[in-house]
């Protein structure tokens, strides 16, 4: 499956975004599907996931400002990143784990990565 990420950009504190990784290649309804994140210099970091029966988790640092849907008929995952802040800056990834049904949150659990967006958050 191919994934392709957008919806990056800069914006300010307080502000939103919403990235969109629209999936390709195969069906993904039924995978657990991922958001993360990275600045340089650190390890790519969990933000969030939703499971084929969109059960949903978040990390700590974005629950209740974060939203993470899916749109099966569009075969689209989403993150709706509301109140951001500057320590939200980082290069997103979307990623579909596709070895497994069961919910994941490493990195190392999921085999397919879009190539990333960028958000900078200004203060």
């Known amino acids: 499956v191919q994934l392709q990420a957008s919806g990056g950009g800069l914006v300010q504190a307080g502000g939103s975004l919403r990235l969109s990784c629209a999936a390709s290649?195969?069906?993904?309804?039924?995978?657990?599907m991922g958001w993360f994140r990275q600045t340089p210099g650190k390890e790519r970091e969990f933000v969030a996931a939703?499971?084929?029966?969109?059960?949903?988790g978040y990390a700590d640092s974005v629950k209740g400002r974060f939203t993470i849907s899916r749109d099966n008929a569009k075969n689209t995952l989403y993150l709706q990143m509301n109140s951001l802040k500057p320590e939200d800056t980082a290069v997103y990834y979307c990623a579909a784990r596709l070895r497994s049904l069961v919910y994941a949150t490493s990195s190392k659990e999921y085999d397919s990565w879009g190539q990333g967006t960028l958000v900078t958050v200004s203060s």
């Open positions: 939703i499971s084929g029966r969109s059960s949903t």
């Open positions: 290649g195969r069906t993904v309804s039924s995978y657990v």
